[in-house]
Each structure stands twice: as structure tokens, then as C-alpha cells.
């Protein structure tokens, strides 16, 4: 039965993403969801999601304060090719760099970094929170199901700016693009929270467990 890890290196409350992948993985057949901190579990894994909420630099130092756990997920994601997703700042460590208080360093598995949001209306508030319009940039077997004008649930001060366009699946418009959905490989990333973006991202939920890249 396949096993999906929901990586736990105390980054915020996970609680409401476990409910959200138990609830899709039973409707759609799609084996286990296990939170875990454990090497071994996520090295045994079929797919890995990792969160984060808060700082870029806090969430990094966090990571990696877990012995084995950013190295079993890294052998997992870039030699196995395991399905690999990062919500929210678990997305933004997929970059090479993040620039968040501090330069931080990043997974560098998908080229760019991480920017602070600069809306061309003075007037939008930094962070960029509620929701807001997809538009849906590339066809991905992730986003099956979702067309531009999907609403999705943000909260952010900062956004991953891809170096290769080939890597922005989606976007979201605040008085410029803000990236939404980044994918490379046998890796996607959301900006956006799709445990609290109800059916759209319970419908990205359920494809990535059944994603087969």
C-alpha cells in the first residue's frame, strides 16, 4: 500500500494538512498518510510532502536541526525521484536561495529564489493574505481538474521567482504575478495553503497522491 510521509520538523501546526491527505487518500484509494520526523519512514516512503509556516530562515534551521532528515528526504526526492511537494515555505526551500530577513541557503533543486512580494499598487497590503484567482500557467498532471479563476488561500510576505519560466505552473495576480504553483520533475510546489483551499485544493491534494511522474 502506498505510503505518503507528511514531514513534521516542528514548523507550525500540521493538523489541518493531515486531515485534508487522510480525507483525500480514503476517497481516492490512495494508500497512507503517516506525519513523521523519522529518517527511515520518509526513506521508505512512496511520496513526501513537506510544509512550513513562518520564517524562511526558522523553517532551514528547523529541518535541519532533525539528524538525517533533510538527507533521507533529499536522497528520496533527487535519486529515487519520489513525488515530492512543498507547501508554502516548504516550497520556498526548493530554491537555491532564500532572501527573507537574511540570505539563507535552499535545496536548490528548482533554480531561483525567494523574494519579498512588491505589488505596483502601494495601496495592497504586504502580506498577501485571503483569497485569490489561479491563473494557470502550464498544463501539469497536479493541477488536472483546476482552470484559471480557481480560487486558492494564501499568506505570505514572499514568493519564489523561478529562474526558468519552464518551472511556473501557476500564478496568482496582487498588482503583478505572484507565483502560486512551481513543478519540476518529480517535484511541485504551491505557494498557497491547499489544505484551506477547499475543493481546488483538495482536488490538487488528490492529484498529487496519484500522481505518477
Not at 44 to 57: H, K
Not at 75 to 90: D, K, L
Not at 103 to 123: H, K, L, Q, Y
Request: glycine share 10%; charged share 15%; proline share 6%.
Amino acid at each position: 500500500m502506498s505510503l505518503t510521509a507528511l514531514v513534521d520538523y516542528d514548523s507550525g501546526n500540521l493538523h489541518s494538512a493531515q486531515k485534508a491527505f487522510e480525507r483525500m487518500a480514503h476517497e481516492a484509494g490512495h494508500g497512507t498518510i503517516v506525519v513523521t520526523s523519522e529518517p527511515d519512514v520518509v526513506a521508505r516512503a512512496d511520496r513526501i510532502v513537506l510544509p512550513g509556516d513562518g520564517a524562511y530562515p526558522s523553517c532551514y534551521a528547523a529541518l535541519h536541526r532533525f539528524s538525517g532528515l533533510f538527507e533521507a528526504i533529499e536522497e528520496a526526492v533527487t535519486t529515487r525521484a519520489v513525488p515530492f511537494m512543498g507547501i508554502c515555505i516548504g516550497m520556498h526551500m526548493m530554491a537555491t536561495r532564500g532572501l527573507e530577513f537574511e540570505e539563507t541557503p535552499g535545496f536548490g533543486w528548482v533554480p531561483g529564489e525567494v523574494v519579498r512580494i512588491t505589488p505596483a499598487d502601494a495601496s495592497l497590503k504586504v502580506p498577501h493574505m485571503g483569497w485569490n484567482d489561479l491563473v494557470i500557467d502550464q498544463p501539469h498532471a497536479v493541477l488536472d481538474g483546476i482552470q484559471t479563476g480557481d480560487h486558492a488561500y494564501f499568506v505570505h510576505s514572499y514568493h519564489f521567482k523561478v529562474a526558468n519560466p519552464a518551472h511556473l505552473l501557476a500564478h496568482a495576480d496582487y498588482a503583478g504575478p505572484v507565483t502560486a504553483v512551481i513543478g519540476r520533475d518529480n517535484m511541485v510546489g504551491t505557494q498557497f495553503h491547499p489544505e484551506k483551499s477547499q475543493a481546488t485544493g483538495l482536488r490538487i491534494i488528490s492529484n498529487f497522491l496519484g500522481w505518477k511522474p
